[in-house]
């Protein structure tokens, strides 16, 4: 018998996947990183559909919707808010920034000076931004997705270790095939689709959906496995820093968000290692650092670490 519960986490995947065409491993793992309170960041070249995943999202669960396109001159003030004078009070007042949506795309994510990016890092990690002494909480819930082109490199800023390891997951969307392009070509034919959608969740649905998530059942052989995958990055010689605490606790949310989309209420062995690779990766540094390869080399020794993991039966 099919739940209340996972009628909507279908009815999110399937509202998505209506203008996200051709893209449904993308979609799933948008929507675990969501479920699971995570953030996510997207690697992949312009225009295969980074904003039309932000905003479908957004329209789905009828949250409030705000992309920040990240510059060179963009200031913190810019996106956390800053104080006004208010000349008729003869007092200050918070003028709330960007980041005060559900869901924040930060376009370009590279592209702007470190004491921007570290203001949008307390913000993932706190969820609430400090403006002259005083903290202001974000609204819940708080989805950001974050872009970068990674070909291209002049003019950037390499996003520090510290604040990679806040996204739960990094993935790439792709071109997609002929068949599905062709779709999209006839779909836009009289507008944005992606426009037209309605939400199938309120937000106050999607903070109960991440309640539950929490309340997946996880066996004590399940953390083992969890452990050994994490161990295993720390002792290989291919990688001079594995994965810390922080990794495995979002390995862990992630597995039981994946069950609960699979309308389980218990989490298997498989959960954990389909989604290694997508959340433990980008939190590698390999002895043999190249910024425009590393996503594909740290994908290819997560790859051989998993195969030489014993699978709990």
Known sequence: MVSEVDHDIADLESNISR???GKPETVRLAVITLLAEGHLLIEDVPG??????????????????????FTPDLLPSDIVGSSIFNSNRSEFSF???????????????NRTPPRTQSALLEAMNDRQVSVDGTTHALPDPFFV???????????TYLLPESQLDRFLMCIRIGYPVREEEMNVLTSHRTGEPVDQLEPVIDSSSLVNLQKK???????QSINEYILD?????????????????????????????????????YVIPDDVKQLA???LSHRLILHTYQAERHTEA??????HLLDDITVPS
């Open 19 to 21: 203008v996200l065409l």
């Open 48 to 69: 295969v559909g980074k904003t039309l995943l932000a905003r479908a999202m957004a329209r789905s669960v009828n949250g409030r919707f705000c992309r920040i396109q």
């Open 95 to 109: 003028s709330q920034g960007p980041l005060f949506a559900n869901i924040v795309l930060a376009d370009e994510i």
């Open 145 to 155: 997705i974050a872009t970068q082109n990674p070909y291209e490199f002049e003019g």
């Open 213 to 219: 998530v929490r309340e997946i059942r996880v066996e």
């Open 229 to 265: 995958v994490v161990d295993a990055t720390r002792q290989a010689p291919e990688i001079s820093v594995g994965i810390s605490p922080r990794g495995s606790l979002a390995l862990y949310r992630a597995a039981q968000s994946l069950a609960m989309l699979e309308q389980r209420d």
């Open 277 to 279: 690779i997508p959340v």
């Open 298 to 303: 740290a994908q290819t020794v997560m790859q």
